[in-house]
């Protein structure tokens, strides 16, 4: 028997419910003068309330009026949300905003468009909408979604890229720098005196990162695009002479093809070209108003955090994007975290990397023991959801997060040196479907984890994004790192990269990471722009960290890929056809790097390592594996840097290494179709490698979630 009752109070939400009722009836009462809430800020009010009523000596356990947790029930349908939700640790109970079984509540911030005017031109169906709001300057949207799908603004080139033909004044070959350059010179006339001009926007894209600014002048005579904002590093695409690639967005004179957009923010009108069969009748179209939805923020100092609040089967949709520190009014949280403000230096055109400065539409710190379970996030602009300072036992478990202007999670606390009240740990990612993403902010990743520590990040589905699928530490080098026991395991992760960036992995770590683990997890299909297109990327100072029974197919790069780090430890994983080598180490240090034991190693006439590892043994240590070529009667077992000098077996041999490995068949099931399970009879399993079971990866139905 339980020393106190638990009761459960219970409010109803309903899009055609009152404020002013009372909430506890699923429907209103005949007479209408009672029946369900109409708003989550109603409900928080009647929270409030019952919180903070007298509370009596003879039930010190109950908080004010409240006996027990408090459920809030949503019914279906669309509750308009205009500025985010805020809940605050003054409102720390136990509660739970759920959908009704059965029904789809949606928190919606955005704006139906009416009042379509239809036409043809040019052989073409045209639909124009007249916007006061914008025409007088109090609204300008970025995207627009139609049946729940995004639609394009046009741009330059249709298909492909542009290339910068020079840069005054930046020195050549150049590589990674302080960039801080806001013009470039156009090649023939891929640009043009555009009609509205500074509404047009260069996205450039180079290194790993993507950079986006408005144009602020065009001079025709000399081809001279003035950029409003300056580039965060130098306008070259890689390392080397090639200068970036780029595209025009937004450009009204490019508006052709069905499904494309054009808000031309002067005359306050909307031009949009239907694709077949559409029509205004069948067509819901949305223009966002709201750039978040919701945040729960505790106090700074963690003395009252957010605690026990819960979201269940709840949609989020329709938010707009803006550039972090944009505009008149910037959003206080998107550069409110001091570990991430030095990367966004000069408010350039993008941030350092995996676009860190952006935020979520969801908006979580100083929050403990809160989960979004089952829920949706799509249709936005930024981050699907941040988990941000004094982070501590959130779950963000069985959700879909789809088209996203960046990627599906973000996780970040405080750093070393910073206030200990704001580290950010183990919580858990879970049983998530992360894909479309990085729609605006292309070097967005899946799921970021920056300072952060405990965080088990397990049977996700990521694919469909420019940049890595999952990226955990933010250190470079040998530092202080607050990452450390991080789990990464039985995530299914694909269809990245896709030619647009470079320098990415299925898998980044970076840093110091003693405890961390990846492992179980599927990775293929990882495609590079200019180099660095991996599954696993143990990348600056990545250290003390654990890879193993991962099965890692088809990229253009390597399948494993360290820069630099000490005592990574790469076993039981199968590696398969990377178009330049099975693994590579690119800067060899005079201390064991890597070890690797047990691994299958297989190419098409690639190198099984890559890189100059000599006759010093403590840089990497290497033994037990299996090596196939299934273009080579002998494998190439490694390559220098220069692409000149060549290692056979027996040579690598006589170096210390692989000294028990094996050159056999190892007996996958179906290679070609991605089935790398074993026969019974493999060579592999007589070294002692385990055989690796990927039934479980990606997400699992409700019932087998832990």
């Not at 790993?208 to 695009?225: G, H, M, N, T, Y």
């Not at 179906?670 to 790398?676: I, S, T």
Request: glycine share 12%; proline share 7%.
């Amino acid at each position: 028997m339980q020393p106190y009752p638990l009761d459960v109070i219970e409010y109803y939400l309903a899009p055609d419910g009152n404020d002013g009722w009372s909430g506890r009836l699923k429907e209103p009462n005949a007479t209408r003068s009672d029946g369900p809430l109409a708003t989550l800020r109603g409900a928080l009010q009647k929270i409030r309330c019952l919180r903070e009523r007298p509370v009596h000596l003879a039930t010190p356990h109950v908080i004010g009026g409240l006996k027990g947790p408090v459920a809030v029930w949503l019914r279906g349908g669309r509750y308009p949300v205009a500025e985010p939700i805020v809940i605050s640790g003054e409102d720390a109970v136990p509660v739970t905003f759920a959908a009704c079984p059965g029904e789809t509540p949606v928190l919606d911030g955005g704006v139906r468009i009416a009042g379509w005017q239809v036409r043809k031109s040019r052989g073409r169906t045209v639909w124009t909408a007249d916007l006061p709001e914008v025409r007088a300057g109090q609204w300008f949207f970025r995207q627009l979604f139609v049946n729940g799908e995004r639609r394009l603004r046009p741009r330059l080139p249709k298909q492909g890229l542009y290339r910068m033909e020079s840069v005054p004044g930046m020195p050549l070959p150049a590589g990674w720098g302080e960039g801080g350059y806001t013009q470039f010179v156009s090649a023939g006339e891929d640009v043009k005196p555009f009609r509205n001009l500074t509404d047009v926007e260069v996205v450039y894209v180079h290194f790993w990162i993507e950079e986006r600014s408005p144009i602020a002048a065009f001079d025709p005579a000399q081809r001279l695009v003035t950029m409003a904002r300056p580039s965060h590093t130098n306008l070259v695409g890689s390392f080397g002479t090639q200068l970036a690639d780029y595209y025009l967005d937004n450009v009204s004179e490019a508006l052709s093809e069905p499904g494309e957009w054009y808000l031309d923010r002067a005359a306050g009108k909307l031009t949009y070209l239907p694709l077949p069969g559409e029509t205004p009748e069948t067509c819901d179209v949305v223009a966002p108003k709201a750039l978040q939805l919701l945040r729960l923020t505790g106090a700074a100092d963690g003395s009252r955090p957010v605690q026990y609040v819960r979201f269940r089967g709840i949609t989020f949709q329709h938010t707009d994007w803006r550039h972090p520190g944009e505009g008149p009014r910037a959003e206080t949280d998107l550069l409110a975290n001091p570990s991430v403000k030095w990367f966004n230096r000069r408010n350039s055109a993008a941030s350092g990397q995996a676009a860190a400065d952006v935020p979520g539409v969801i908006h979580v710190e100083y929050a403990r023991d809160c989960a979004f379970e089952d829920c949706t996030v799509r249709n936005v602009g930024w981050y699907g959801v941040f988990l941000g300072n004094g982070c501590h036992g959130i779950r963000i478990v069985g959700c879909e997060l789809r088209d996203l202007g960046a990627g599906g999670v973000k996780v970040n606390g405080t750093a070393v040196g910073e206030p200990e009240a704001g580290r950010t740990g183990w919580n858990r990612i879970a049983d998530n479907h992360i894909h479309q993403a990085g729609r605006i902010f292309h070097s967005a990743v899946g799921i970021l984890s920056m300072h952060a520590a405990g965080n088990v990040i397990a049977h996700n589905h990521i694919h469909d994004l420019f940049y890595s699928g999952i990226s955990c530490g933010w250190v470079w080098g040998y530092g202080p790192s607050v990452s450390h026991d991080n789990i990464i395991e039985k995530n299914h992760i694909h269809t990245i990269g896709q030619g647009l960036l470079s320098d990415m992995g299925g898998v980044y770590l970076l840093g110091v990471q003693p405890g961390t683990i990846v492992r179980g997890n599927l990775v293929h299909d990882v495609r590079k722009a200019h180099y660095g297109g991996w599954a696993l990327y143990t990348d600056e100072g990545s250290s003390h960290v654990i890879l193993e029974d991962n099965v890692c197919y088809a990229t253009n790069g390597h399948l494993f890929h360290q820069h630099y780090g000490r005592e990574n430890t790469v076993r039981n994983n199968i590696l398969a056809f990377g178009e330049e080598a099975a693994t590579a180490y690119s800067r060899v240090e005079p201390h064991v790097g890597v070890l690797y034991y047990r691994n299958i190693l297989v190419s098409a006439g690639t190198p099984m390592f890559q890189n100059a590892y000599g006759d010093d043994q403590r840089r990497i240590v290497s033994d037990l594996n299996l090596f196939w070529d299934t273009q080579r009667s002998e494998p190439l077992l490694n390559r220098g840097p220069d692409g000149k000098q060549e290692w056979t077996l027996a040579q690598w041999r006589a170096l210390g290494h692989d000294l028990h490995s094996v050159v056999a068949d190892p007996g996958f099931a179906d290679p070609a179709h991605g089935d790398f399970s074993l026969r019974a009879d493999s060579p592999a399993l007589r070294l002692g490698f385990s055989p690796i079971d990927l039934r479980d990866v990606g997400p699992r139905p409700p019932g087998a979630r832990e």
